[in-house]
């Protein structure tokens, strides 16, 4: 079975956490495939990385990266994709301003 891995840079987003997983979760129950969520999280002025930590899904491994200090975007997303095992790596962002639409479209392809 081929496994899809989802690379989620994140920096003060608690809030949209599970929302985010919520919606994740009622889509990837839809295709017969292995899922990884890689979350690599920055330092932050909420509660982004006990969020991370109280996540839990039956549908979608969740691997926690917690950087030690402010490394930025595009540091974050390397070390994700670094830490990714997927067959199929994608850089996602739980707030959604990639459609699951592209998602699947991404997957089609």
Do not use: C, Y
């Amino acid at each position: 079975m081929k496994k899809v891995s989802l690379v989620t840079p994140l920096r003060n987003e608690g809030k949209l956490l599970a929302r985010g997983l919520g919606e994740l979760e009622s889509f990837v129950r839809k295709f017969p495939l292995q899922w990884e969520l890689i979350l690599v999280i920055d330092p932050s002025r909420d509660e982004t990385w006990q969020k991370a930590q109280e996540l839990s899904s039956d549908k979608i491994r969740i691997e926690r990266i917690r950087n030690k200090r402010h490394l930025g975007r595009g540091a974050s997303i390397r070390e994700g994709l670094a830490q990714a095992t997927g067959d199929v790596v994608m850089i996602f962002p739980l707030d959604f301003t990639i459609p699951l639409a592209d998602l699947l479209q991404f997957l089609q392809q």
